[in-house]
T-cell receptor
Framework: SAVISQKPSRDICQRGTSLTIQCQVD?????MFWYRQQPGQSLTLIAT?????????ESGFVIDKFPISRPNLTFSTLTVSIMSPEDSSIYLC????????????FGPGTRLTVL | GEDVEQSLFLSVREGDSSVINCTYT??????LYWYKQEPGAGLQLLTY?????DMKQDQRLTVLLNKKDKHLSLRIADTQTGDSAIYFC????????????FGQGTTLQVKP
């Protein structure tokens, strides 16, 4: 399985600021995703990070609020823009490897608190 | 709809078997997964099953799939206190490269 790291692991931010979360994988992967887990809730897909092109967003999520980059096959960033307390969540990246039998593996998550 | 449903809480005694249940709605689901989340941690993939299988066993874990009833279960044999966590079931509908739909998670409490 792929080894996935995220930075930062946690942060406390002020309302109105923006935070960029990084996701690094130790091998090339075909697909990368960003999920949100609100407090006490399950996971919801934000978007699919596409290498070299714009991310594909799920209903309820927009690029202006959650800009995503994926410059290569091992790295992606998610920015949470102009944050409010409602953005307090765990943000997780996940990957699918390069073989058809691979499944989705998740990073350790970034725990974000917005004051 | 896109519902994946799980019971929210299960309590067992150490050494007993735990059975966590999940129901899903879409018959086109291709892969079904079980993830474990310990407090303050990310998601750990425990096991998964292809939709054309009925059962999969991996050490203490047994997954049963009833496609007719759209019911998935995870059995943990000889449950240990280290198994205490939240268990999420998830389904994938576009091969194994697509969006995962997660259940609400079942909190497993193991009493010594």
């Amino acid at each position: 399985s792929a080894v996935i790291s995220q930075k930062p692991s946690r942060d406390i931010c002020q309302r109105g600021t923006s935070l960029t979360i990084q996701c690094q994988v130790d091998s090339q992967v075909t697909m990368m995703f960003w999920y949100r887990q609100q407090p006490g809730q399950s996971l919801t897909l934000i978007a699919t990070a596409n290498q070299g092109s714009e991310a594909t967003y799920e209903s309820g999520f927009v690029i202006d609020k959650f800009p995503i980059s994926r410059p290569n096959l091992t790295f992606s960033t998610l920015t949470v823009s102009i944050m409010s307390p409602e953005d307090s969540s765990i943000y997780l990246c996940s990957v699918v490897g390069s073989t058809s039998t691979d499944t989705q593996y998740f990073g350790p998550g970034t725990r974000l608190t917005v004051l | 709809g896109e519902d994946v449903e799980q019971s929210l809480f299960l309590s067992v005694r150490e050494g007993d078997s735990s059975v966590i249940n999940c129901t899903y709605t879409d018959s086109s689901s291709t892969y079904l997964y079980w993830y474990k989340q310990e407090p303050g941690a990310g998601l750990q993939l425990l096991t998964y099953i292809f939709s054309n299988m009925d059962m999969k066993q991996d050490q203490r874990l047994t997954v049963l799939l009833n496609k007719k009833d759209k019911h998935l279960s995870l059995r943990i044999a000889d449950t240990q206190t280290g198994d205490s966590a939240i268990y999420f079931c998830a389904e994938s509908r576009i091969s194994n490269t697509g969006k995962l739909i997660f259940g609400q998670g079942t909190t497993l409490q193991v009493k010594p």
